[in-house]
């Protein structure tokens, strides 16, 4: 049992590291070849922190561990609402904009079109990973075309590397890193939810989540410390979106994933629940009074509901 700690821990250090040099590399590559700043903001940021997700959804499809691999996405979702969003304000204050407002709409749109596909059947076959990826590329050209200021990142936020075999050695590492991660964090969390008796879904929605999580957070800490508090939300719900939409539509498409009868009245809730969290974002962004800005309070809120959320899928 002490290996299969020591497992979890290496998985989620490697993912952390393999999305922290893929976020270095890839904003690097995009400056270098001048890529106007929202496209990396609102694509290579959001995707770059979604990437572990997307290693470990992959990973586990093709273990044949479909729980762990949805619990995952749904779990990291909650968690990047819940957790990291709550924990974030606690201590610094997010200004809100319309982008913001219009992020969180996106959000709520592919999380219902998402729960909708689930609810259908208990599958996500090839048609569904489809339909996922054409609303991923919807969103990511209605933002590029239309909306301008959404999601940008400035280049003094990351540590840019200036030689270019140096930018492809950071990406290839990086993601041999995420494979490597994925691999040991998958094992790892199998065989220890087989020792302890718990299933893969708890241990997918909580301990597998939140380490898939860390690169959002490390992100918007990152983002913050630049003054860029609209990154930092902004980082957040993109990541969200591509969770859904891009990881979960890409590995649909590669394996379909099914669900067994005895877990699907389980993803349901977890799938409402998640919903649950995205929707409450609704009256914190939009009616916030007279202060337009996201602070302790509404971090308060988030972090009780994600620890009253732990305590309740435990029972």
Known sequence: MLYDFIAIVCGIILLYKGGEWLCFGSVSLAEKFKVPRVVIGVTIVSFVTSAPELAVV???????????????????????????LGLLILFISIPL????????????????????????????NTVDGILLLIIAIATIFYLIRFQHSVVGIEASQVVLIKQGYKIIL????????????????VKGVNRLSVDLGISQRIVGLTIVAIGTSLPELAA??????????????????????????????????????????NYIQLFQRDI????????????????????????????????????????????
């Open 97 to 124: 904009t319309s982008n913001i407002k219009l992020l969180w709409l996106l959000m709520f749109i592919v999380s219902l079109v998402f729960s909708a596909v689930l609810f259908f059947d208990g599958n996500l």
């Open 220 to 261: 918007s800490v990152v983002a913050l410390s630049k003054k860029e508090s609209g990154i930092s939300i902004g980082n957040i719900i993109g990541s969200n979106i591509f969770n859904l939409a891009v990881v979960v539509g890409f590995a649909a498409i590669v394996s379909e994933f099914k669900i067994s009868e």
């Open 58 to 84: 992959l990973n586990a499809n093709e273990s044949e561990l479909p729980i762990l691999a949805l619990s995952n996405i749904i779990g990291s979702n909650i968690s990047n609402i819940g957790f990291i």
């Open 170 to 185: 950071y990406i290839t590492i990086s993601g041999f890193l995420l494979w490597l991660g994925s691999e040991i964090l």
């Open 272 to 315: 409402l629940i998640m919903l649950g969290f995205t929707i409450i974002l609704y009256p914190l962004v939009y009616y916030t009074g007279k202060k337009l800005k996201l602070d302790r309070f509404e971090g308060l809120v988030l972090l009780s509901l994600y620890i009253s959320y732990l305590w309740y899928i435990f029972q």
